[in-house]
């Protein structure tokens, strides 16, 4: 059972434009949720972070927004970049064992 | 610098035989994963280790085994009862203090079953 549904699968977006990756959660124990940013042959690395006692997090062109009734969040990269082709995952952690990725986003930026 | 080393970074077996996986950190952290990535199903965790000498199973640990003998190595054994062994293997630590979401990645291991 998938309890972190990740969409879209690929997504495409011109430079200066916005990306826009979403997630939803089942499990509500879940109280942590990152998002990793892997570029091809090398390891995810932790990107931003939210807990869900706040309903945005924002670092520079990346923005979490955290909707905690709807069970969603989501990640806004603003003037996105080629640079930010990468695969994009969200995950949601309860507790010292439990982290459970999404199925991953894989970012383009034309140029 | 402080990081997770992963070898081999590519790895070709036949069928029948086991492979062994290694990952060292220097960064000194306590706890210790194991995850496996195929594309389109994100990733999913083998093995965990919290402190030498014991770890745990995650969701996917048939056809796997791990130790820990020493607090900065976590080695992973693919062996031949795995039935699907191709996949990109990460492995990833976080400090005792750390929380499980901010994991610390290494470069990953790309085993290929011939």
């Known amino acids: 059972q998938q309890q972190v549904k990740q969409s879209p699968q690929s997504l495409i977006v011109q430079k200066g434009g916005i990306s826009i990756i979403n997630c939803a959660y089942e499990?509500?124990?879940?109280?942590?949720f990152p998002w990793y940013q892997q570029f091809p042959g090398k390891g995810p690395a932790l990107l931003i972070a939210i807990r869900p006692d706040v309903s945005e997090k924002k670092e520079g062109r990346f923005t979490i927004s955290f909707n905690k009734s709807a069970k969603q969040f989501s990640l806004h990269i603003m003037d996105s970049q080629p640079g930010d082709s990468a695969t994009y995952f969200c995950a949601a952690a309860r507790s010292a064992r439990q982290l459970t990725f999404g199925s991953g986003t894989q970012l383009t930026v034309l140029p | 610098d402080g990081g997770i080393t992963q070898s081999p970074k590519y790895l070709f077996r036949k069928e029948g035989q086991n492979v062994t996986l290694s990952c060292e950190q220097n960064?000194?952290?306590?706890?210790m994963y194991w995850y496996r990535q195929d594309p389109g199903q994100g990733l999913r965790l083998i093995y965990y280790s919290q402190i030498v000498n014991d770890f745990q199973k995650g969701d996917i640990a048939e056809g796997y085994s791990v130790s820990r003998e020493k607090k900065e190595s976590f080695p992973l054994t693919v062996t031949s009862a795995q039935k699907n062994p191709t996949a990109f293997y990460l492995c990833?630590?976080?400090?005792?203090?750390?929380?499980?979401?901010?994991?610390?990645f290494g470069e990953g291991s790309r085993l290929t079953v011939l």
């Open positions: 499990n509500t124990a879940f109280d942590y």
């Open positions: 990833a630590s976080i400090p005792g203090t750390g929380i499980v979401g901010e994991l610390f």
């Open positions: 960064l000194n952290h306590d706890a």
